[in-house]
């Protein structure tokens, strides 16, 4: 994670916008999760980003439209007819009313 230096001038990515880092302010007990001190704002950057260079590979191209649902589906190549549901929540799927 790089942490910003504020004597720095600003960056500023591919599309003219100023980056935003993650500033991270603490760990969970495990050492596991990182905690940011600008996560909307980190969050809705790196959205935006992505978003942005969709719309340049579509305009330029690289990728169609039905390419890019592909790429943007979290379940794509999932085949749901293998899938099988064993829990919901902390109830196995048996104990289901």
């Given at each position: 994670m790089k942490?910003?230096?504020p004597d720095l001038e600003p960056e500023f990515d591919e599309f003219g916008d100023k980056i935003v880092y993650p500033i991270g302010s603490g760990r969970s007990l495990?050492?596991?999760t990182i905690y940011l001190e600008n996560m909307a704002e980190y969050s809705a950057y790196t959205k935006q980003l992505s978003r942005n260079?969709?719309?340049?590979m579509l305009e330029n191209g690289e990728?169609?439209?039905a390419g890019l649902n592909r790429k943007n589906d979290i379940f794509y190549g999932v085949d749901f007819s293998k899938v099988k549901i064993v829990a919901i929540g902390d109830k196995k799927y048996e104990d289901i009313d």
């Amino acid at each position: 994670m790089k942490i910003p230096t504020p004597d720095l001038e600003p960056e500023f990515d591919e599309f003219g916008d100023k980056i935003v880092y993650p500033i991270g302010s603490g760990r969970s007990l495990d050492g596991r999760t990182i905690y940011l001190e600008n996560m909307a704002e980190y969050s809705a950057y790196t959205k935006q980003l992505s978003r942005n260079r969709d719309a340049r590979m579509l305009e330029n191209g690289e990728i169609d439209q039905a390419g890019l649902n592909r790429k943007n589906d979290i379940f794509y190549g999932v085949d749901f007819s293998k899938v099988k549901i064993v829990a919901i929540g902390d109830k196995k799927y048996e104990d289901i009313d």
